[in-house]
């Protein structure tokens, strides 16, 4: 069977109908994994469907070929597979033109992003591409990665690195700067990329750093998408049902959302044409975002997997886990105000429809990684919130409590797994000093790069997440999230 490529489509699929010769890159994106081709390219792609051939897009890979190797071979082509229950429809995406691999070539990716007409950087480098010091915010300039960076400006690693090079070279051009539009599931992730470029680019050069503050845009972002990662047997069906072999596959759900503060530095494409939204304010979108969906999805993550339940579906095919989700985004709403235009009922009936899309596999494991990264917006911030009320706060805590007893590295039948994530050999060590699950959880509050410096210090969040994890340890993860449900139903 032959590879995907403009002579060889899928059949049924829906193909570009313009013409790709024509399309020139306006747009470089860092971190070109399958979120993005499931989220960010797709509405690109309908910019160029409508006319406007000049924001193609040129992919970058941090760290891995993996993604050239799958899409160069394929001209940038690839399929996204959309699926819900038994319907399925895939469509062929031409929006990126290339992928470059940062580690073999830095200087080619530096030269791209000064291209005179590329004026979009758009980034999902996951929490830790960003090397900020959670409790200060500041670029962590002890990191291992950024001093590299910083010793050797002309071939840079990092995500902050990367951007200061380029953007040097566009000041150097008398260009004016590019927009950094940060794609990642953060709180304020505009204005973090802003002060780690800002704080890299000021070491660097204090003349540099006050251009970049002066002329660029760093627009926050929310984006909504569930794209599980795609296994072999996605890519063996799809050949069989669609007659070509496409190794850049992503699958995703037909829920899409893309708010964007519009803030730019110059052009921009329009994609609202896809669907997205463009507000002065996007926090709001945000948090409603990370508390609710986020936030139950790493509950569901740690405590699902825990339980034996390799996917969010099945996790949610249990009655006492679905309402455990009711309770902890019950918390969770209390803390937030919706902007305009979001009904918080709404929103929540549509997770938990696409939460139970077992169409997707989304698999509670591929949630859990780097959990230390995406606690503290996901479940920590809202605990915050509720303390400060004096409101009680089970459901978090459990769900904080799941990611505690992951940090074991073995599941409840003994079996061990690897816990993906930048600090799993602290988590792990700090897990193994405690006895019980007080004693462990004390152990792990004392990582100051997860839960800060006043959390861990409050007994009223010490004794709950002790006392939930003490109940995962002697009762497991099914009987706790039951026994819980039916407390908060008695209540």
Same mark, same amino acid.
């Given at each position: ?10 059949? %049924? $699929? /829906?193909?570009? @109908?313009?013409?790709?010769? #024509?399309?020139?890159?306006?747009? =470089?994106?860092?971190?070109?994994? +399958? ?49 819900? %229950? $038994? /319907?399925?429809? @895939?469509?062929?995406?031409? #929006?990126?033109?290339?992928?470059? =691999?940062?580690?073999?070539?830095? +200087? ?50 990092? $995500? ?7 953007? #040097? ?10 927009? +950094? ?311």
């Amino acid at each position: 069977m032959k590879r995907l490529s403009d002579n060889q489509l899928p059949k %049924g $699929a /829906e193909a570009p @109908a313009y013409d790709r010769r #024509a399309v020139r890159v306006g747009q =470089v994106h860092l971190g070109v994994g +399958a979120f993005h081709r499931a989220h960010q390219a797709v509405y690109t792609e309908a910019c160029l469907a409508a006319g406007d051939l000049s924001w193609g897009i040129l992919g970058a890979s941090l760290r891995s070929p993996q993604v050239a190797d799958q899409l160069n071979p394929q001209q940038g082509l690839y399929s996204c597979l959309v699926r819900e %229950g $038994a /319907e399925s429809r @895939a469509s062929v995406i031409g #929006a990126i033109q290339n992928v470059l =691999v940062a580690p073999e070539n830095p +200087a080619a990716l530096v030269e791209a992003m000064a291209d005179k007409d590329v004026h979009v950087v758009t980034l999902t480098i996951t929490e830790k591409g960003y090397h900020l010091d959670p409790a200060t915010g500041a670029l962590r300039m002890d990191d291992p990665a950024i001093a590299a960076d910083l010793a050797t400006p002309h071939a840079p690693a990092t $995500a902050p690195g990367l951007l200061v090079a380029a953007l #040097a070279a566009r000041k150097a051009r008398g260009l004016t700067p590019f927009t +950094a539009l940060s794609c990642d599931n953060l709180p304020d992730n505009g204005g973090r990329l802003k002060q780690a470029v800002l704080d890299f680019a000021r070491v660097r050069d204090p003349a540099l750093a006050d251009w970049i503050e002066r002329f660029g845009a760093f627009p926050a972002s929310m984006v909504d998408r569930i794209v599980p990662a795609t296994t072999s047997d996605d890519l063996a069906q799809f050949a069989a049902d669609f007659g070509a072999q496409d190794f850049g596959l992503v699958k995703t759900e037909p829920f899409s959302q893309w708010v964007i503060e519009d803030h730019f530095a110059g052009e921009r494409p329009q994609w609202e044409l896809a669907g997205a939204q463009f507000t002065q304010d996007v926090a709001p979108w945000e948090m409603a975002k990370l508390r609710l969906l986020n936030g139950a999805h790493s509950a569901l993550a740690y405590l699902g997997n825990l339980a034996g339940y390799q996917t969010v579906d099945q996790a949610m095919g249990n009655p006492a886990f679905e309402r455990f989700v009711d309770h902890l985004q019950d918390e969770a709403e209390s803390t937030l105000t919706p902007p305009p235009g979001l009904n918080l009922a709404t929103y929540r009936a549509d997770l938990k429809r696409r939460f139970k899309n077992a169409a997707l596999m989304h698999k509670t494991y591929q949630i859990a990684m780097d959990g230390s990264q995406k606690l503290p917006q996901r479940l920590l911030a809202t605990i915050e919130t509720r303390m400060s009320r004096g409101q009680d706060f089970a459901c978090l805590a459990l769900a904080v409590a799941g990611w505690m007893r992951w940090q074991a590295g073995f599941d409840e039948q003994g079996q061990p797994f690897e816990v993906q994530d930048p600090l799993a050999a602290k988590t792990r060590a700090l897990y193994h000093k405690g006895q019980n699950g007080f004693e462990k959880a004390a152990s792990l509050c004392s990582l100051e790069a997860v839960f800060g410096p006043k959390l861990p210090s409050d007994p009223r969040f010490a004794d709950a997440v002790g006392a939930a994890l003490d109940a995962l340890l002697k009762h497991g993860a099914r009987a706790t999230v039951e026994a819980l449900v039916q407390k908060e139903a008695a209540r």
